[in-house]
């Protein structure tokens, strides 16, 4: 059974302060991880979607680093716009649908 | 591009009633949708998942005589939560899928709230 652990569950940040979350997770034969970013009372919003160990991309004060057992999301300079949650999900070879991991809660303050 | 939207945004029923859901995907065409639900300061929840023209697929523990979906066009499926009960309550999201990349774009979800 595929399988997401997120940490920590709440990180609080200085503005300017930075740090990074972690993504632990067991499929069998990985065909995507994504990041997304959730607001309160909203839908999750797309970040990033990695493909094989190795892999990295940024977007603004976000990067995305891919092994073979975990992902990172490094926050670097983060403001309080970036305050949000954090959630992790894989798809395995077997269909298409996402397992969640249950999210970090990032609070920045100024 | 890859924008899902919601309707309702927020609907109250009253338990025993039905309400539906609508999902779209408005600058794409999606020949698979999600549902899920999510409960408070928890994570999305897999409901099913909707393929055009076909039966939802359902995960397990999930009742689909009570969570019927439709997925009758490639911008468009349906959730209807018959019955409802204050159990129900909760916030449901659907996400489609665009493109060889498999990732999904979610919708801004639809608050339920049974009395």
């Known amino acids: 059974e595929d399988q997401v652990t997120q940490s920590p569950e709440a990180l609080r940040l200085q503005e300017g302060e930075s740090s990074s979350l972690n993504c632990s997770y067991t499929v069998s034969g990985l065909r995507g991880l994504f990041w997304y970013r959730q607001d309160p009372g909203k839908g999750p919003e797309f970040l990033f979607t990695?493909?094989?160990a190795g892999e990295e991309k940024e977007k603004e004060r976000l990067k995305a680093t891919l092994t073979k057992k975990e992902s990172f999301l490094h926050i670097t300079a983060p403001k309080p716009e970036d305050s949000a949650t954090y959630l992790c999900?894989?798809?395995?070879?077997?269909?298409?649908?996402?397992?969640f991991g249950a999210g970090t809660i990032l609070r920045v303050k100024s | 591009g890859a924008v899902v939207s919601q309707h309702p945004s927020r609907v109250i029923c009253k338990s025993g009633t039905s309400v539906k859901i609508e999902c779209r995907s408005l600058d794409f065409q999606a020949t698979t949708m999600f549902w899920y639900r999510q409960f408070p300061k928890q994570s999305l929840m897999l409901m099913a998942t909707?393929?055009?023209?076909?039966?939802?697929?359902?995960e397990q523990g999930v009742e689909k005589d009570k969570f019927l979906i439709n997925h009758a066009s490639l911008t468009l499926s349906t959730l209807t939560v018959t019955s409802a009960h204050p159990e129900d309550s909760s916030f449901y999201i659907c996400?489609?899928?665009?493109?060889?990349?498999?990732?999904?774009?979610f919708g801004p979800g639809t608050r339920l709230t049974v009395t």
């Open positions: 990695l493909y094989s």
């Open positions: 909707s393929n055009e023209g076909s039966k939802a697929t359902y």
């Open positions: 996400s489609a899928g665009q493109g060889r990349d498999y990732e999904q774009y």
């Open positions: 999900a894989v798809q395995g070879e077997y269909g298409n649908k996402l397992v």
